[in-house]
Protein backbone atom coordinates (compact mmCIF):
# COMPACT_ATOMS: atom_id res chain seq x y z
CA UNK A 1 0.00 0.00 0.00
CA UNK A 2 1.01 3.39 -0.86
CA UNK A 3 1.22 6.66 1.72
CA UNK A 4 -1.88 8.36 1.76
CA UNK A 5 0.08 11.69 2.23
CA UNK A 6 2.97 11.05 -0.38
CA UNK A 7 2.31 7.91 -2.43
CA UNK A 8 5.43 6.57 -1.37
CA UNK A 9 5.36 2.71 -0.71
CA UNK A 10 5.36 1.84 2.33
CA UNK A 11 7.66 -0.34 4.47
CA UNK A 12 7.34 -1.92 7.74
CA UNK A 13 8.25 0.57 10.07
CA UNK A 14 5.22 3.01 11.46
CA UNK A 15 6.38 5.98 9.44
CA UNK A 16 6.92 6.42 6.00
CA UNK A 17 10.24 6.83 4.77
CA UNK A 18 9.99 9.86 2.54
CA UNK A 19 7.30 12.19 4.43
CA UNK A 20 7.61 10.78 8.07
CA UNK A 21 4.35 10.66 8.56
CA UNK A 22 2.55 8.15 11.16
CA UNK A 23 1.40 5.27 9.40
CA UNK A 24 0.91 3.02 11.98
CA UNK A 25 -3.21 3.42 11.78
CA UNK A 26 -3.10 2.49 8.30
CA UNK A 27 -0.72 -0.39 8.71
CA UNK A 28 -2.99 -1.71 11.27
CA UNK A 29 -6.39 -1.45 8.67
CA UNK A 30 -4.52 -2.86 5.74
CA UNK A 31 -3.90 -6.38 8.60
CA UNK A 32 -7.35 -6.10 9.86
CA UNK A 33 -8.88 -6.16 5.93
CA UNK A 34 -6.20 -9.26 5.50
CA UNK A 35 -7.10 -11.39 8.43
CA UNK A 36 -11.03 -10.64 7.07
CA UNK A 37 -10.16 -11.55 4.26
CA UNK A 38 -8.21 -15.17 5.04
CA UNK A 39 -11.78 -15.50 7.94
CA UNK A 40 -14.05 -14.87 4.10
CA UNK A 41 -11.56 -17.62 2.10
CA UNK A 42 -12.13 -20.11 5.08
CA UNK A 43 -15.85 -19.88 4.64
CA UNK A 44 -15.76 -19.50 1.03
CA UNK A 45 -14.63 -23.04 1.41
CA UNK A 46 -17.01 -24.34 3.29
CA UNK A 47 -20.19 -23.06 1.13
CA UNK A 48 -20.99 -20.27 3.99
CA UNK A 49 -21.54 -17.79 1.17
CA UNK A 50 -23.72 -15.16 3.44
CA UNK A 51 -20.79 -15.05 5.90
CA UNK A 52 -17.72 -14.88 3.81
CA UNK A 53 -20.25 -12.12 1.88
CA UNK A 54 -20.03 -9.92 5.15
CA UNK A 55 -16.79 -10.44 6.26
CA UNK A 56 -15.29 -9.48 2.52
CA UNK A 57 -17.13 -6.16 2.96
CA UNK A 58 -15.69 -5.75 6.03
CA UNK A 59 -12.33 -6.07 4.73
CA UNK A 60 -12.83 -3.57 2.12
CA UNK A 61 -14.24 -1.35 4.54
CA UNK A 62 -10.29 -1.39 6.08
CA UNK A 63 -8.62 -1.85 2.69
CA UNK A 64 -10.51 -0.79 -0.34
CA UNK A 65 -7.82 -1.59 -2.54
CA UNK A 66 -7.58 -5.15 -1.24
CA UNK A 67 -8.10 -6.33 -4.81
CA UNK A 68 -7.53 -10.13 -3.48
CA UNK A 69 -10.73 -9.94 -1.41
CA UNK A 70 -12.38 -7.80 -4.01
CA UNK A 71 -12.01 -10.47 -6.00
CA UNK A 72 -13.04 -13.33 -4.04
CA UNK A 73 -16.17 -11.02 -2.83
CA UNK A 74 -16.97 -11.09 -7.22
CA UNK A 75 -16.59 -15.05 -6.74
CA UNK A 76 -19.10 -15.72 -3.74
CA UNK A 77 -21.55 -13.31 -5.46
CA UNK A 78 -21.08 -15.17 -8.79
CA UNK A 79 -21.69 -18.50 -6.94
CA UNK A 80 -24.90 -16.92 -5.36
CA UNK A 81 -26.52 -16.16 -8.89
CA UNK A 82 -25.55 -11.89 -8.85
CA UNK A 83 -24.04 -12.01 -12.31
CA UNK A 84 -24.26 -8.06 -11.75
CA UNK A 85 -22.81 -7.87 -8.58
CA UNK A 86 -19.97 -9.98 -9.29
CA UNK A 87 -19.04 -7.83 -12.41
CA UNK A 88 -19.18 -4.60 -10.56
CA UNK A 89 -16.51 -5.66 -7.87
CA UNK A 90 -14.09 -7.39 -10.78
CA UNK A 91 -14.33 -3.85 -12.65
CA UNK A 92 -13.68 -1.96 -9.05
CA UNK A 93 -10.88 -4.37 -8.83
CA UNK A 94 -9.63 -3.75 -11.97
CA UNK A 95 -9.47 0.20 -11.29
CA UNK A 96 -7.32 -0.41 -8.29
CA UNK A 97 -4.77 -3.05 -10.02
CA UNK A 98 -4.57 -2.91 -14.00
CA UNK A 99 -2.10 -5.14 -14.42
CA UNK A 100 -1.39 -9.11 -13.24
CA UNK A 101 -5.07 -9.47 -11.56
CA UNK A 102 -7.25 -12.40 -11.58
CA UNK A 103 -9.97 -10.44 -12.47
CA UNK A 104 -9.08 -10.19 -16.06
CA UNK A 105 -9.56 -13.69 -16.66
CA UNK A 106 -12.93 -13.77 -14.69
CA UNK A 107 -14.34 -10.63 -16.54
CA UNK A 108 -13.28 -11.82 -20.36
CA UNK A 109 -14.66 -15.77 -19.00
CA UNK A 110 -18.79 -13.63 -18.79
CA UNK A 111 -18.14 -11.09 -21.73
CA UNK A 112 -16.44 -13.51 -24.12
CA UNK A 113 -19.13 -15.80 -23.94
CA UNK A 114 -22.13 -13.70 -25.82
CA UNK A 115 -24.90 -16.74 -24.53
CA UNK A 116 -24.18 -16.73 -21.14
CA UNK A 117 -23.94 -13.07 -21.13
CA UNK A 118 -27.67 -12.69 -22.90
CA UNK A 119 -28.71 -15.63 -20.55
CA UNK A 120 -27.92 -13.83 -17.53
CA UNK A 121 -29.23 -10.45 -18.44
CA UNK A 122 -32.66 -12.35 -19.45
CA UNK A 123 -32.70 -13.92 -16.15
CA UNK A 124 -32.56 -10.59 -14.16
CA UNK A 125 -35.54 -9.28 -16.55
CA UNK A 126 -37.41 -12.50 -15.88
CA UNK A 127 -36.95 -11.99 -12.37
CA UNK A 128 -38.00 -8.56 -12.25
CA UNK A 129 -41.30 -9.72 -13.81
CA UNK A 130 -41.84 -12.50 -11.71
CA UNK A 131 -41.25 -9.78 -8.72
CA UNK A 132 -43.67 -7.87 -9.91
CA UNK A 133 -46.58 -10.23 -10.85
CA UNK A 134 -45.81 -11.57 -7.43
CA UNK A 135 -46.65 -8.06 -5.77
CA UNK A 136 -49.64 -7.18 -8.15
CA UNK A 137 -50.78 -11.19 -6.73
CA UNK A 138 -50.22 -13.19 -9.77
CA UNK A 139 -48.95 -16.04 -7.81
CA UNK A 140 -49.15 -19.04 -10.81
CA UNK A 141 -47.82 -16.36 -13.67
CA UNK A 142 -44.92 -15.44 -11.11
CA UNK A 143 -44.02 -19.16 -10.49
CA UNK A 144 -43.92 -20.10 -13.66
CA UNK A 145 -41.42 -17.14 -14.69
CA UNK A 146 -39.02 -18.04 -11.65
CA UNK A 147 -39.45 -22.08 -12.77
CA UNK A 148 -37.88 -20.47 -15.69
CA UNK A 149 -35.32 -17.88 -14.16
CA UNK A 150 -33.87 -21.52 -11.73
CA UNK A 151 -33.58 -23.17 -14.58
CA UNK A 152 -31.95 -20.77 -16.71
CA UNK A 153 -29.61 -20.12 -12.98
CA UNK A 154 -30.08 -22.52 -10.68
CA UNK A 155 -27.88 -20.73 -8.69
CA UNK A 156 -29.67 -17.34 -8.56
CA UNK A 157 -30.91 -17.48 -4.49
CA UNK A 158 -33.19 -14.64 -4.93
CA UNK A 159 -35.44 -16.13 -7.50
CA UNK A 160 -35.22 -19.74 -5.43
CA UNK A 161 -36.26 -17.73 -2.17
CA UNK A 162 -38.89 -15.52 -4.07
CA UNK A 163 -40.20 -19.32 -5.64
CA UNK A 164 -40.44 -20.55 -2.00
CA UNK A 165 -42.09 -17.76 -0.34
CA UNK A 166 -45.16 -18.13 -3.03
CA UNK A 167 -45.10 -21.91 -1.96
CA UNK A 168 -45.34 -21.60 1.20
CA UNK A 169 -48.26 -18.83 0.26
CA UNK A 170 -50.11 -21.25 -1.69
CA UNK A 171 -49.83 -24.19 0.36
CA UNK A 172 -47.45 -25.92 -1.01
CA UNK A 173 -44.98 -26.90 1.63
CA UNK A 174 -43.41 -29.89 0.19
CA UNK A 175 -42.64 -27.90 -3.45
CA UNK A 176 -41.06 -24.95 -0.93
CA UNK A 177 -39.23 -27.19 1.29
CA UNK A 178 -37.47 -29.43 -2.14
CA UNK A 179 -36.73 -25.80 -3.21
CA UNK A 180 -34.94 -24.56 0.54
CA UNK A 181 -33.04 -27.31 0.75
CA UNK A 182 -31.73 -27.57 -2.69
CA UNK A 183 -30.92 -24.16 -2.20
CA UNK A 184 -29.31 -24.88 1.15
CA UNK A 185 -26.46 -26.88 0.11
CA UNK A 186 -24.90 -23.72 -2.38
CA UNK A 187 -25.23 -21.18 0.67
CA UNK A 188 -25.44 -23.27 4.11
CA UNK A 189 -25.85 -19.80 6.49
CA UNK A 190 -28.43 -18.32 4.66
CA UNK A 191 -30.73 -16.62 7.09
CA UNK A 192 -33.31 -16.15 4.67
CA UNK A 193 -33.14 -19.85 3.53
CA UNK A 194 -33.07 -20.73 7.59
CA UNK A 195 -35.73 -18.39 8.51
CA UNK A 196 -38.38 -20.32 5.59
CA UNK A 197 -37.22 -23.78 6.83
CA UNK A 198 -38.17 -22.45 10.03
CA UNK A 199 -41.65 -21.46 9.58
CA UNK A 200 -41.86 -24.74 7.64
CA UNK A 201 -41.01 -27.12 10.64
CA UNK A 202 -43.48 -25.18 12.86
CA UNK A 203 -46.04 -24.99 10.79
CA UNK A 204 -45.83 -28.63 10.15
CA UNK A 205 -45.92 -29.52 13.82
CA UNK A 206 -49.21 -27.64 14.13
CA UNK A 207 -50.48 -29.20 11.05
CA UNK A 208 -49.24 -33.00 12.89
CA UNK A 209 -50.98 -32.30 16.51
CA UNK A 210 -54.36 -31.05 13.78
CA UNK A 211 -54.42 -34.03 12.56
CA UNK A 212 -53.79 -36.01 15.25
CA UNK A 213 -56.70 -34.73 17.29
CA UNK A 214 -58.40 -35.61 14.46
CA UNK A 215 -57.64 -38.98 14.42
CA UNK A 216 -58.63 -39.65 18.21
CA UNK A 217 -62.31 -37.57 17.37
CA UNK A 218 -63.19 -40.09 14.58
CA UNK A 219 -61.97 -42.96 17.06
CA UNK A 220 -64.26 -41.71 19.80
CA UNK A 221 -67.10 -41.56 17.46
CA UNK A 222 -66.65 -44.62 15.40
CA UNK A 223 -66.46 -46.55 19.33
CA UNK A 224 -69.82 -44.72 19.82
CA UNK A 225 -71.74 -45.86 16.91
CA UNK A 226 -71.10 -47.76 14.10
CA UNK A 227 -73.68 -46.90 12.00
CA UNK A 228 -73.08 -45.10 8.75
CA UNK A 229 -74.59 -41.45 7.85
CA UNK A 230 -77.42 -40.96 5.40
CA UNK A 231 -75.48 -39.21 2.15
CA UNK A 232 -77.24 -36.71 0.76
CA UNK A 233 -76.22 -37.01 -2.84
CA UNK A 234 -78.73 -37.18 -4.88
CA UNK A 235 -78.32 -37.17 -9.10
CA UNK A 236 -78.88 -33.93 -11.03
CA UNK A 237 -81.19 -34.09 -14.11
CA UNK A 238 -79.85 -32.73 -17.22
CA UNK A 239 -80.32 -28.85 -17.41
CA UNK A 240 -81.99 -28.04 -21.08
CA UNK A 241 -81.77 -23.89 -20.06
CA UNK A 242 -78.01 -24.14 -20.88
CA UNK A 243 -78.11 -25.45 -24.14
CA UNK A 244 -81.07 -23.16 -24.85
CA UNK A 245 -79.39 -19.59 -23.76
CA UNK A 246 -76.12 -21.06 -25.41
CA UNK A 247 -77.95 -21.53 -28.74
CA UNK A 248 -80.37 -18.14 -28.47
CA UNK A 249 -76.96 -16.36 -28.05
CA UNK A 250 -75.36 -17.78 -31.14
CA UNK A 251 -78.85 -16.23 -33.20
CA UNK A 252 -78.47 -13.10 -31.44
CA UNK A 253 -74.78 -12.76 -32.39
CA UNK A 254 -75.31 -13.90 -35.74
CA UNK A 255 -78.16 -11.16 -36.09
CA UNK A 256 -75.91 -8.33 -34.42
CA UNK A 257 -73.29 -9.13 -37.55
CA UNK A 258 -75.98 -9.44 -40.33
CA UNK A 259 -77.66 -6.08 -39.33
CA UNK A 260 -74.68 -4.27 -37.91
CA UNK A 261 -70.90 -5.63 -39.37
CA UNK A 262 -72.05 -6.88 -42.63
CA UNK A 263 -73.60 -2.91 -43.53
CA UNK A 264 -70.40 -1.43 -42.95
CA UNK A 265 -68.71 -3.56 -44.63
CA UNK A 266 -70.54 -3.39 -47.94
CA UNK A 267 -70.61 0.48 -47.21
CA UNK A 268 -66.85 0.11 -47.15
CA UNK A 269 -66.39 -1.86 -50.10
CA UNK A 270 -68.64 0.42 -51.89
CA UNK A 271 -66.71 3.70 -51.15
CA UNK A 272 -63.77 1.51 -52.11
CA UNK A 273 -64.79 0.51 -55.46
CA UNK A 274 -65.73 4.61 -55.98
CA UNK A 275 -63.00 5.34 -55.13
CA UNK A 276 -61.07 3.00 -57.41
CA UNK A 277 -63.47 3.97 -60.62
CA UNK A 278 -62.41 7.90 -59.65
CA UNK A 279 -58.54 6.92 -59.64
CA UNK A 280 -59.22 4.84 -63.11
CA UNK A 281 -61.10 7.57 -64.70
CA UNK A 282 -58.40 9.93 -63.59
CA UNK A 283 -55.77 7.57 -65.26
CA UNK A 284 -57.76 7.35 -68.37
CA UNK A 285 -58.31 11.44 -68.91
CA UNK A 286 -54.30 11.24 -67.96
CA UNK A 287 -53.54 8.52 -70.46
CA UNK A 288 -55.83 10.13 -73.32
CA UNK A 289 -53.72 13.47 -72.78
CA UNK A 290 -50.56 11.61 -73.49
CA UNK A 291 -51.65 9.93 -76.35
CA UNK A 292 -53.06 13.08 -78.03
CA UNK A 293 -49.42 14.69 -77.28
CA UNK A 294 -48.11 11.27 -78.57
CA UNK A 295 -50.07 11.58 -81.80
CA UNK A 296 -48.60 15.59 -82.20
CA UNK A 297 -44.98 14.59 -82.05
CA UNK A 298 -45.69 11.45 -84.57
CA UNK A 299 -47.26 14.01 -86.74
CA UNK A 300 -43.82 16.17 -86.35
CA UNK A 301 -41.91 13.33 -86.67
CA UNK A 302 -43.35 12.36 -90.03
CA UNK A 303 -43.13 15.81 -91.70
CA UNK A 304 -38.99 15.77 -90.56
CA UNK A 305 -38.84 12.18 -91.79
CA UNK A 306 -40.69 13.67 -94.96
CA UNK A 307 -38.20 16.26 -95.60
CA UNK A 308 -35.15 14.78 -94.62
CA UNK A 309 -35.86 11.86 -96.84
CA UNK A 310 -36.26 14.97 -99.87
CA UNK A 311 -33.03 15.49 -99.07
CA UNK A 312 -31.16 12.11 -99.03
CA UNK A 313 -33.01 11.94 -102.55
CA UNK A 314 -31.50 15.33 -103.97
CA UNK A 315 -28.60 14.37 -102.48
CA UNK A 316 -28.59 10.92 -104.15
CA UNK A 317 -29.27 12.63 -107.74
CA UNK A 318 -26.32 14.89 -107.51
CA UNK A 319 -24.08 12.00 -106.10
CA UNK A 320 -25.23 9.77 -109.42
CA UNK A 321 -23.09 12.90 -110.99
CA UNK A 322 -20.47 12.17 -108.99
CA UNK A 323 -17.34 10.33 -109.99
CA UNK A 324 -15.90 8.94 -106.30
CA UNK A 325 -13.02 7.31 -107.35
CA UNK A 326 -11.84 10.52 -109.63
CA UNK A 327 -12.27 12.50 -106.64
CA UNK A 328 -10.94 9.84 -104.37
CA UNK A 329 -7.45 10.37 -106.26
CA UNK A 330 -8.26 14.46 -105.77
CA UNK A 331 -8.09 14.17 -102.00
CA UNK A 332 -5.58 11.26 -101.86
CA UNK A 333 -3.42 13.84 -103.85
CA UNK A 334 -4.06 16.98 -101.34
CA UNK A 335 -3.94 14.59 -98.17
CA UNK A 336 -0.60 13.68 -99.17
CA UNK A 337 0.26 17.28 -100.24
CA UNK A 338 -0.71 18.73 -96.62
CA UNK A 339 1.31 15.83 -94.73
CA UNK A 340 4.57 17.16 -96.60
CA UNK A 341 4.62 13.00 -97.65
CA UNK A 342 7.09 12.19 -101.10
CA UNK A 343 6.50 15.27 -103.87
CA UNK A 344 6.94 12.21 -106.42
CA UNK A 345 3.98 10.60 -105.42
CA UNK A 346 1.72 13.98 -105.02
CA UNK A 347 2.77 14.50 -108.88
CA UNK A 348 2.00 11.03 -110.00
CA UNK A 349 -1.05 11.12 -108.68
CA UNK A 350 -1.67 14.27 -110.62
CA UNK A 351 -0.74 12.95 -113.61
CA UNK A 352 -3.07 10.36 -113.39
CA UNK A 353 -6.15 12.56 -113.03
CA UNK A 354 -8.00 13.17 -115.64
CA UNK A 355 -9.71 16.78 -114.95
CA UNK A 356 -11.66 16.68 -118.31
CA UNK A 357 -14.50 14.77 -116.15
CA UNK A 358 -14.07 17.69 -113.14
CA UNK A 359 -16.30 20.18 -113.95
CA UNK A 360 -16.26 21.72 -110.54
CA UNK A 361 -14.43 25.11 -110.30
CA UNK A 362 -12.73 24.17 -106.70
CA UNK A 363 -11.57 21.51 -107.64
CA UNK A 364 -9.92 22.40 -110.60
CA UNK A 365 -8.19 25.48 -108.80
CA UNK A 366 -6.99 23.02 -106.12
CA UNK A 367 -5.40 21.00 -108.59
CA UNK A 368 -4.02 24.19 -110.86
CA UNK A 369 -2.58 25.10 -107.27
CA UNK A 370 -1.17 21.90 -106.59
CA UNK A 371 0.83 21.66 -109.70
CA UNK A 372 1.77 25.09 -109.71
CA UNK A 373 3.84 23.80 -106.34
CA UNK A 374 4.72 20.44 -106.91
CA UNK A 375 5.59 20.38 -110.41
CA UNK A 376 8.67 22.68 -110.97
CA UNK A 377 10.34 21.11 -108.34
CA UNK A 378 9.73 17.03 -109.39
CA UNK A 379 10.32 17.94 -113.00
CA UNK A 380 14.13 17.36 -112.46
CA UNK A 381 13.89 14.69 -110.73
CA UNK A 382 11.26 12.86 -112.86
CA UNK A 383 13.42 13.77 -115.04
CA UNK A 384 16.78 11.96 -113.52
CA UNK A 385 14.54 9.22 -113.24
CA UNK A 386 13.68 8.53 -117.00
CA UNK A 387 17.62 9.47 -118.09
CA UNK A 388 18.57 6.82 -115.92
CA UNK A 389 16.26 4.24 -117.04
CA UNK A 390 17.66 5.07 -120.38
CA UNK A 391 21.37 4.93 -119.57
CA UNK A 392 20.18 1.06 -118.34
CA UNK A 393 18.61 0.78 -121.62
CA UNK A 394 15.28 0.23 -119.93
CA UNK A 395 13.73 1.97 -123.09
CA UNK A 396 10.07 1.66 -122.57
CA UNK A 397 10.00 2.49 -118.55
CA UNK A 398 11.97 5.31 -119.73
CA UNK A 399 9.20 5.94 -122.17
CA UNK A 400 6.81 5.77 -119.69
CA UNK A 401 8.85 7.60 -117.40
CA UNK A 402 9.80 10.83 -119.55
CA UNK A 403 6.00 10.85 -121.00
CA UNK A 404 5.19 12.78 -117.43
CA UNK A 405 7.87 15.12 -117.76
CA UNK A 406 5.92 15.84 -121.03
CA UNK A 407 2.93 16.42 -119.77
CA UNK A 408 4.49 18.93 -116.77
CA UNK A 409 5.69 20.77 -119.33
CA UNK A 410 8.98 22.60 -118.04
CA UNK A 411 12.27 23.35 -118.24
CA UNK A 412 13.35 19.87 -118.84
CA UNK A 413 10.16 19.14 -121.60
CA UNK A 414 12.94 19.26 -124.54
CA UNK A 415 15.47 16.63 -123.18
CA UNK A 416 12.47 14.21 -122.33
CA UNK A 417 11.06 14.94 -125.99
CA UNK A 418 14.82 13.70 -127.36
CA UNK A 419 15.02 10.97 -125.10
CA UNK A 420 11.78 9.41 -125.91
CA UNK A 421 12.97 9.53 -129.12
CA UNK A 422 16.22 7.93 -128.65
CA UNK A 423 14.09 5.05 -126.74
CA UNK A 424 12.15 4.46 -129.70
CA UNK A 425 14.94 4.57 -131.64
CA UNK A 426 16.70 2.45 -130.04
CA UNK A 427 13.26 -0.20 -130.22
CA UNK A 428 13.75 0.52 -133.38
CA UNK A 429 10.26 1.89 -133.56
CA UNK A 430 11.12 4.68 -135.77
CA UNK A 431 7.55 6.29 -136.84
CA UNK A 432 7.94 7.20 -133.31
CA UNK A 433 10.95 8.30 -133.28
CA UNK A 434 10.51 10.61 -135.69
CA UNK A 435 7.05 11.92 -134.68
CA UNK A 436 9.54 13.19 -131.22
CA UNK A 437 12.31 14.79 -133.16
CA UNK A 438 10.06 16.71 -135.13
CA UNK A 439 8.10 17.81 -132.25
CA UNK A 440 11.73 18.71 -130.88
CA UNK A 441 13.40 20.74 -134.04
CA UNK A 442 9.52 22.14 -134.85
CA UNK A 443 8.23 23.64 -131.15
CA UNK A 444 11.75 24.27 -129.75
CA UNK A 445 14.15 25.55 -132.54
CA UNK A 446 15.85 27.87 -130.18
CA UNK A 447 17.13 24.57 -128.06
CA UNK A 448 20.20 22.80 -127.53
CA UNK A 449 18.61 19.59 -128.78
CA UNK A 450 17.27 20.83 -132.18
CA UNK A 451 21.09 20.33 -133.68
CA UNK A 452 21.18 16.47 -132.20
CA UNK A 453 17.52 15.57 -133.07
CA UNK A 454 17.99 16.94 -136.97
CA UNK A 455 21.40 14.23 -136.69
CA UNK A 456 19.02 11.31 -135.64
CA UNK A 457 16.64 12.14 -138.37
CA UNK A 458 19.15 11.80 -140.79
CA UNK A 459 20.36 8.56 -139.26
CA UNK A 460 16.51 7.33 -139.63
CA UNK A 461 16.12 8.68 -142.86
Known amino acids: MNCPNCGSALGKKSKCDKCGIDVSAIQKAIRISNSCYNLG????????LSGAVFVLQKSLKFNKENTNARNLLGLVYYEMGEIVAALSEWVISKHYKPNDNDCDYYINSIQSNQTRLE??????KKYNAALQSAKQGNDDLAII??????SMNPHFLRAHHLLALLYMKNSEKEKALKCLT??????????????YLDELKVGQQVQESSDRRV??????????????????YREEKPNIWVFLNLIIGIIIGVGLLYFLVVPNVKKQAASDSNAKIVDLNSQIAVNNREVTSLQSDNEKLQETIDSMQ???DDLNKESEKFDEALYDKLFNAIKAYIENENEDEVVQTLLDLDMSKIDRKAAVDVYDLMKQKTF??????IYEQGHTLFSKR?????????KQVVEINEDKVVDALYFIGRSYQMLSDNDNAVKYYNQVVEDYPDSARVAQAKSRLSEIQ
Open 41 to 48: LEKAKVRD
Open 119 to 124: SANQTI
Open 145 to 150: QLKKVT
Open 182 to 195: KIRKIDITNTTTLR
Open 215 to 232: ENNVTKTSNVSNIAPISN
Open 310 to 312: KQM
Open 376 to 381: NGAATS
Open 394 to 402: KYEEAIDVL
